[in-house]
């Protein structure tokens, strides 16, 4: 239909009712080998992009944690030893294949969450829920991002915090044409290598572009009614982590 709504998945236009089924099946086809390819992709350098935002989350014990788009588990991990026994931690994603793995990891460790297979668009839960947000990774992925916030917003107790850890906009402008070229040429080739599928991490690539940048993502979350919203670039701005309060 020609009237027909679309949203980007990557580079490409689609029926935004379809956007969804698209993302499911790109973390399909990684999950098993996931955390591999992270480590392959950010040279081991996203493990202290997380490291970073578990520090200024400062959790504390009883607080209430959403993990967003948690995947394998790696914030969830950390977080529910913080909390202790008296608080809770909700590892939640969209993709059943990647909640599998996180709690199949989470187990082995020893380790009792939550889960919840969610959109993050329209939470589940209750108003006033969480101390704590967290998405990592993800919020590129969502179709209807404005949607999305103001859903976190909600169940945000108040002083609540949210953290959005995300690729950004690299800030040194010389190193752009060589951050490209490694995206959109090498990554896809080790998604061949590492987990069959190169289709998916040149989608991952094409995300990354797609997505607002540190600026247009403060604004956002502002325009949403978050406080006190600022960002760190980490990485000269490879990824940024941003952070707003619900007042």
Not at 158 to 182: H, I, M, N, T
């Amino acid at each position: 239909m020609d009237n027909e709504k679309t949203t980007h998945f990557g580079y490409k236009q689609v029926p935004v009712n379809e956007k969804v089924k698209e993302v499911r099946h790109v973390f399909d086809s990684v999950a098993a080998k996931y955390d591999i390819m992270n480590d392959f992709m950010s040279m081991g350098i996203h493990r202290i992009w997380k490291k970073m935002t578990l520090d200024i989350a400062n959790v504390k014990e009883g607080h209430k944690v959403l993990d967003l788009a948690g995947g394998t588990g790696d914030l969830a991990l950390k977080f529910s030893k913080q909390v202790g026994t008296t608080g809770q931690v909700v590892l939640a994603d969209i993709n059943d294949s990647m909640l599998e793995v996180g709690r199949e990891r989470l187990l082995n460790k020893g380790v009792v969450v939550d889960y919840a297979q969610v959109n993050a668009e329209t939470l589940p839960f209750a108003d006033n829920s969480f101390n704590l947000i967290t998405i990592a990774f993800g919020l590129r992925n969502v179709t209807d991002k404005d949607a999305a916030l103001a859903s976190m917003l909600r169940v945000l107790k108040p002083g609540g915090r949210l953290l959005v850890l995300e690729f950004s906009e690299l800030q040194v402008k010389p190193l752009r044409p060589v951050y490209d070229w490694y995206s959109f040429n090498i990554l896809p080739v080790l998604g061949k290598v590492v987990t069959n599928d190169s289709e998916s991490y040149k989608y991952l690539a094409e995300s990354i572009r797609m997505h607002p940048n540190q600026e247009a993502l403060k604004q956002m979350m502002e325009h949403t009614g978050f406080g006190r919203c600022e960002y760190y670039n980490l990485s000269a701005g490879l990824v940024a982590l941003h952070s707003g309060y619900k007042l």
